[in-house]
């Protein structure tokens, strides 16, 4: 689902354990609903909204790491490819085929990197290289130095393409979803409960229905912020991948 989905969902089961102290509250007898019950469902909620604030956090966490770790791995990517293409222009032009398959090469890696990584692309498959990738190797190791300015600048070329090979690499092997979907279960679970027993010994009115319902909102936005964070390459907050397209001018000079 996505998750927006999800969120909605949430927001039933939240909001739907309103109601749920509703109900069991019309049906107790009113001696049950004071005194130490009182105490002890108040004592409880505590704990469980202790432990629902502990797991929000650790999904907070998880799925803000998962957004800034991929955000950066694509700047460096970007900025690898750039200073690969500075690399070979001081080369020469004897690099300019290299160059140019260079900047045929990011289209097609944007496309793979955002959609490999898009929810509900399927199951995990094999890494393959594209062929434009590997004839910018094959591009590289052709050249033949005449100088040792040259066969520097190879050798700095060789060492930047591989680091962005294994940037790649890691976007690949990081693609799949960062929030567990047990401590989802569990929170939106906890969550429900809190409200309920909320419910219980608040006034069955319009007005208090109202608040509750505004707080079940409240808490549904916040499990939305956390699953759009937990996918980068899709959704509101998704990496724009414009200034990777951009990274180059077309044609090389």
């Known amino acids: ?127 393959e290289a594209s062929v434009l990738g590997l004839s910018i190797y094959t591009e590289i190791l052709k050249l033949a130095p005449k100088t040792d300015a040259q066969r520097f600048l190879q050798g700095r070329a060789i060492d930047t393409l591989i680091d962005i090979g294994k940037t790649r690499l890691l976007l690949f092997t990081n693609a799949g979803d960062s929030i567990p979907v047990p401590f989802l279960t569990v929170l939106v679970g906890w969550l429900a409960l809190i409200f309920a027993s909320i419910s219980l010994f608040a006034e069955s009115s319009a007005r208090t229905i109202a608040i509750l319902c505004v707080f079940s909102f409240a808490a549904s936005a916040a499990i939305f912020l956390i699953l759009e964070l937990g996918q980068p390459f899709a959704g509101l907050m998704m990496i724009s991948d414009q200034p990777l397209r951009d990274a180059l001018a077309t044609p090389p000079r």
């Not at 509703?22 to 004071?34: D, E, G, T, W, Y």
């Not at 409880?44 to 966490?61: E, K, P």
């Open 1 to 127: 689902m996505s998750p927006l989905q999800t969120s909605l969902v949430a927001f039933a089961c939240i909001f739907g354990g309103t109601f749920l102290g509703i109900f069991v509250r019309n049906k107790m007898p009113h001696r049950h609903l004071s005194g130490d019950t009182k105490d002890i469902v108040r004592q409880g909620t505590g704990l469980i909204a202790t432990l629902a604030s502990l797991v929000l956090g650790l999904l907070i966490a998880s799925a803000n790491g998962k957004f800034e770790t991929e955000s950066s791995q694509i700047k460096q990517l970007t900025a690898n490819i750039v200073l690969l293409d500075n690399t070979l222009d001081l080369y020469g032009q004897d690099a300019a085929p290299a160059r140019a398959v260079l900047r045929r090469e990011i289209g097609v890696l944007a496309d793979r990197i955002w959609g490999e990584n898009r929810p509900g692309f399927g199951k995990p498959k094999p890494f």
